[in-house]
């Protein structure tokens, strides 16, 4: 059975809330591989200036710092973002906090990082920030919900964290991020 929980204005309890979750199969009898967490980020706000691969607004700089606040206390072992601007402007705070590379992705080419990352990065918590439709579809193909999907002018503020152990079916959280969207 799949958990689905979301939480709003996550702060430092993001550390405590997965662990609870990565902990949450313990009583099976069955034995688990280690917990491998991914945090799935989408690119903060991007500006409009009418190229193929614009950098992020003034609130997306903001969004991204908030981002790596958030991940302040949280181990990571990888960053990935596409080869886009605003991927890399939106992971490059957490990965400059953490002194981790921004690990370069061809964005289409999702299904190739989640082999890579089920294969070196088993055990271990890795950020990945996309666009609206990979993020989506790298849920989906880990175990997470089909059937959602994130607006391309809209949805900025969402952490996705899939949690997923050999033997157990996944876990999913859904949190957001400040600073609020523009009206």
Not at 17 to 39: D, E, F, H, N, W
Not at 49 to 78: E, I
Not at 90 to 102: C, G, Q, W, Y
């Amino acid at each position: 059975m799949r958990r689905v929980w979301q939480v709003r204005n996550v702060g430092v309890g993001l550390v405590l809330c997965v662990a609870l979750v990565a902990l949450s199969g313990c009583k099976r009898k069955t034995k688990v591989g280690p917990a491998t967490i991914l945090y799935l980020v989408r690119h903060a706000e991007k500006a409009k200036d009418g190229t193929h691969n614009p950098p992020l607004t003034k609130t997306g700089h903001k969004r991204a710092l908030a981002l790596a606040r958030m991940f302040h206390s949280v181990p990571l072992h990888a960053i990935y973002a596409t080869q886009y601007k605003r991927t890399q402007q939106t992971a490059s705070p957490t990965a400059n906090a953490k002194r981790l590379p921004v690990k370069i992705m061809k964005a289409g080419k999702e299904k190739a990082l989640l082999a890579v990352i089920k294969r070196q990065f088993r055990g271990k918590s890795v950020l990945i920030s996309g666009h609206s439709n990979t993020i989506p579809a790298m849920i989906k193909a880990l175990g997470g919900p089909a059937s959602l999907k994130l607006k391309e002018r809209t949805d900025y503020d969402d952490v996705f964290v899939l949690v997923w152990r050999n033997g157990l079916a996944p876990t999913y959280l859904r949190f957001h991020v400040g600073p609020m969207p523009p009206k």
